[in-house]
């Protein structure tokens, strides 16, 4: 398996929803979206167990000391966190999806799959537009295009980002529908957008020692615990705030390993 596998999936994943999509219309039923949904919600929080075990890891408690992981987990969290919340990167993050649908689409109102604009009102450039966007910014903003990509790049395997591409799959087949061809044309951002940040995590952790690795993996993981419980609409964990938590997670290895 190459590194830029899931990536791969992703965008295989787009085109076959979307071309399932112009195929059935609208026939697919609401409650088979939210049963997928709900099973690959506990699979992204399994997923993220397995990754959050690496704070047991003797290579990573060798270099900071026995109970220092769960810390540094814990501080990357709070630091990344606060960092975020400060920033309102959550907010921020929808707010570049609102503006950037406004710029191609000039069009007002959100779009889920569950709300689809009426495709009989709009030519079949406007439907293009709507489809290409609307779903682009499904698939590319949000934290696990992000987590998965560099997590795949820094050798963790492709599972966050073949989980993804089930989840934008099936909206695929949503928003292709109601929307077209456009949805499908939505594969190339994902491709480029994706394939870039593997890329950024291949040479991030060509850089970093393997107990750097190991913390971000841990803190990752507890934050695609938090995506699982996001699915499964149990709390609404603005995921986005806490992005810095990757970057402050292998500083902490390294300070920790100094001053310990």
């Known amino acids: 398996m190459f590194i830029g596998f899931g990536t791969v999936v992703n965008v295989f994943a787009i085109i076959a929803g979307a071309g399932i999509g112009m195929l059935l219309g609208e026939r697919l039923p609401v409650r088979t979206r939210e049963t997928v949904t709900d ?22 408690s060798g270099y900071v000391g026995g109970q220092a992981p769960v ?3 814990l501080g990357s969290l709070l630091i990344g966190g606060i960092a975020g919340s400060l920033f309102d990167l959550e907010a921020r993050l929808e707010q570049l999806a609102r503006w950037l649908r406004r710029v191609l689409v000039q069009r007002n109102g959100e779009v889920t799959p569950d709300n689809v604009p009426d495709a009989d009102a709009m030519s079949p ?53 109601g929307l077209g061809v456009g949805v499908m044309f939505a594969s190339l951002g994902v491709a480029l957008y994706q394939g870039l940040l593997t890329l950024i995590g291949f040479l991030f952790g060509g850089v970093l020692a393997e107990p750097h690795v190991l913390g ?17 609409e149990i ?8 992005l810095p938590a990757l970057i402050v997670a292998p500083v902490l290895v390294e300070v920790v390993h100094r001053f310990a």
């Open 39 to 60: 099973v690959l919600g506990l699979v992204t929080m399994l997923m993220g167990a397995l990754s959050v075990v690496e704070v047991t890891n003797p290579t990573l």
């Open 71 to 73: 810390l540094i987990v």
């Open 125 to 177: 450039r406007e439907r293009f537009v709507e489809g290409f966007v609307s779903s682009s910014l499904l698939f590319l903003i949000g934290p696990m295009a992000i987590l998965g990509s560099l997590s795949e790049g820094l050798g963790q395997g492709p599972d966050t980002l073949v989980v993804k591409a089930t989840l934008d799959g099936f909206a695929a087949i949503a928003f292709a529908s």
């Open 216 to 232: 971000l993996t841990a803190t990752g993981g507890l934050m695609l615990v938090a995506l699982g419980i996001r699915l499964l």
């Open 235 to 242: 709390k609404p964990i603005p995921l986005g705030n806490l």
